[in-house]
């Protein structure tokens, strides 16, 4: 399942793999990585990961002390503010580090990110081509998930990013730059569809008009986090804002490690958080699958998922912001079909499609998802407030 699509087929997913393979750009890498504060000599430089945004590479050195890097060359098409991301993310695993410091410096080094400073002392590398560069210590001994495949996987999910938001809910939202303006704003999406609508450039409205009539028939329901946002019953908190399940990492047993790629961490309601990992876990099937039929709720994950993270969020979680949760449930994939059929109305100019109906029929899936969520809001309410009183 795709999350954080959003982003992911901008930019880079429009070069070829050859491009981001090529050796020219490892020859690149290992230069770039040179300018870091490495232990020993570099041995190898060798592309990681599935990631869609940044280019990574494993960085070897021939160092005793068996360091292992991550080198990333910045996205700066999609963070054009370098300073400020890095900021972000320096500030909040240096909170992170100070709340789990009683338990000693190789447990800091494994739980949570570290950035690695070059040379220089800054927390990037910029290239005579103007490309960014930075280095994290690589952590050992874990592992990802791109599909979420058991309940204890969910529950670990759960827990690492209730724990996650738990550890940054005392660090102070004005610390952090908002490095994606609007990113989650459904007010925001609603209003470039409807100018999407106006425009029609490709005469696309009239064949989509059940689809329009279903999301405007919602706008005012699905507006409720933003407005309980603006009348300041929700507090504005630290979110992670990209959580998809191999943003975890868990160790040999599976039980929590450390959360990562901390590049949209920024202020933001924890329910955004919340809603959009429950919208990659719940749905059986795929975020394109053309066969509405097949999109059914894996209820058990969903379960487990929430004792997960209420787990951990219940120590810090108002009222308000347990009742926003299951708003959010709905939001997510709601915000996202919106954002697949303004693209559609355009042209399919900002998502990468696959044939020229791809963008509606992602609109048709994830609004069936919405429809099974309404159908079951029951089901869903009750596990909230069941795993909400068992985690009391």
Not at 26 to 36: L, W
Not at 49 to 78: E, M, P, W
Not at 79 to 97: G, R
Not at 234 to 250: A, E, Q, S, W
Request: charged share 25%; glycine share 4%.
């Amino acid at each position: 399942m795709i999350t954080y699509i959003d982003i992911a087929w901008t930019y880079n997913e429009r070069r070829t793999k050859s491009e981001v393979m090529s050796t020219n750009q490892t020859d690149k890498s290992i230069h770039s990585a040179s300018q870091f504060k490495l232990s020993g000599n570099i041995q190898s430089s060798i592309p990681f990961g599935s990631g869609h945004i940044n280019d990574t590479f494993k960085i070897t050195t021939d160092s005793s002390d068996a360091n292992l890097y991550l080198l990333q060359r910045i996205n700066h098409h999609i963070f054009n503010d370098i300073e400020a991301l890095m900021s972000n993310i320096e500030t909040v695993c240096q909170h992170l580090k100070t709340k789990i410091a009683h338990l000693g410096e190789s447990e800091v080094l494994k739980r949570t990110m570290t950035i690695v400073k070059t040379k220089n002392d800054k927390t990037y590398y910029q290239d005579e081509q103007g490309a960014f560069w930075r280095v994290f210590y690589l952590i050992p001994d874990t592992r990802s998930y791109d599909i979420l495949e058991t309940p204890e996987q969910a529950f670990s999910g759960g827990m690492a990013f209730g724990q996650f938001q738990k550890q940054l809910s005392d660090l102070d939202p004005k610390a952090l730059v908002e490095i994606l303006p609007n990113f989650h704003n459904v007010e925001f999406r609603l209003s470039n569809l409807r100018k999407a609508i106006e425009q029609d450039p490709e005469n696309r409205v009239a064949e989509v008009q059940d689809l329009l009539d279903y999301i405007f028939a919602r706008e005012e329901k699905m507006m409720r986090i933003l407005n309980m946002g603006r009348a300041g019953e929700l507090p504005l908190r630290i979110t992670h804002n990209d959580t998809k399940f191999n943003n975890v990492l868990l160790d040999a047993q599976d039980q929590v490690q450390c959360v990562i790629d901390l590049d949209t961490v920024m202020p933001g309601f924890v329910a955004y958080d919340f809603g959009d990992a429950i919208r990659t876990i719940i749905n059986s099937a795929a975020e394109d699958e053309s066969d509405l039929s097949k999109i059914t709720l894996n209820i058990p994950l969903f379960q487990a998922f929430t004792n997960g993270y209420l787990s951990e969020a219940k120590d810090f979680l108002t009222d308000a912001e347990v009742e926003s949760l299951g708003y959010a449930i709905h939001l997510l994939p709601y915000m996202q079909a919106v954002r697949f059929l303004t693209d559609y109305i355009e042209g399919d100019g900002y998502y990468k499609i696959a044939y020229p109906d791809h963008n509606l029929v992602r609109t048709r899936s994830q609004l069936k998802l919405v429809d099974e969520l309404e159908q079951h809001q029951g089901i869903l309410q009750d596990i909230l407030s069941g795993s909400l009183m068992s985690e009391g």
